[in-house]
């Protein structure tokens, strides 16, 4: 079946450390998105990738980082500079940068510092 | 900046009944996209319905339809015959339709629907 895969479905972490969330589809699609939900608030955007190779910041993009080298995977690395990395993380995509275009999401991660 | 705002963090409806979410948004774009997603327990994010700013007439998604009022900057979702599977986290987010590096979707905090059997 088509769709966006994330992995793992928990993880925890120790202070200090960086941790990598693994986001990949086999829709074909250009674009992919990484999303940060906290409780009570809608998802913030952290990095955003139009094609294989490139990618833009978002509006929380401080202590992420990413990588697009192929185009099915969009993984994020949560490093030790982010200083409240405990959420769940979204990732999506869409068949192009196109605002027409529905944003797919996988099932997300959630992300535990301990 | 563009904002959007869900002002009912929690609705009630009983099964079968209808009920209207409320979604305001602030803009200073004349077209851009609307959307509303539905995150059930499970997390994952469906898209429910889509509104084009530029098209007068609102959206409609079998039971699913929007009241769009632009000079309002009004976007709400009404859910008819409300079923126990409507249970779930439901979040407005706009769009800008322009072609430029500004592709994120802006979402609401949320809206969360609980359905009475």
């Known amino acids: 079946d088509g769709g966006i895969t994330q992995s793992p479905k928990y993880l925890f972490r120790k202070e200090g450390q960086n941790v990598t969330l693994s986001c990949e589809q086999n829709?074909?699609?250009?674009?992919m998105y990484w999303y940060r939900q906290d409780p009570g608030q809608g998802l913030r955007l952290i990095y955003y990738?139009?094609?294989?190779?490139?990618?833009q910041k978002g509006d929380i993009a401080e202590g992420y980082s990413v990588s697009r080298e192929k185009k099915e995977s969009f993984p994020l690395t949560v490093t030790s500079a982010q200083k409240n990395p405990t959420a769940f993380y979204l990732c999506?995509?869409?068949?192009?940068?196109?605002?027409?275009?529905?944003?797919?999401f996988g099932p997300g991660t959630r992300l535990t510092v301990l | 900046a563009q904002t959007v705002t869900q002002s009912q963090p929690e609705m009630s409806v009983q099964e079968a009944e209808t009920v209207t979410l409320s979604c305001t948004y602030d803009?200073?774009?004349?077209?851009?996209?609307l959307f509303w997603y539905k995150q059930p327990p499970s997390r994952q994010m469906i898209l429910v319905i889509r509104?084009?700013?530029?098209?007068?007439q609102n959206a409609t998604e079998n039971r699913f339809s929007v009241n769009f009022q632009k000079a309002a900057k009004s976007f709400s979702l009404k859910i008819s015959d409300s079923q126990l599977g409507d249970a779930a986290m439901y979040f407005c987010?706009?769009?800008?339709?322009?072609?430029?590096?500004?592709?994120?979707?802006?979402f609401g905090s949320g809206t969360r629907l609980l359905v009475r059997p």
């Open positions: 803009t200073s774009e004349s077209d851009y996209y």
């Open positions: 999506a995509s869409s068949m192009s940068p196109s605002s027409y275009n529905e944003q797919f």
């Open positions: 990738s139009q094609i294989v190779n490139d990618f």
């Open positions: 509104q084009e700013a530029y098209k007068q």
């Open positions: 829709l074909n699609h250009d674009a």
């Open positions: 987010a706009y769009r800008r339709r322009r072609m430029d590096s500004s592709y994120k979707l802006i």
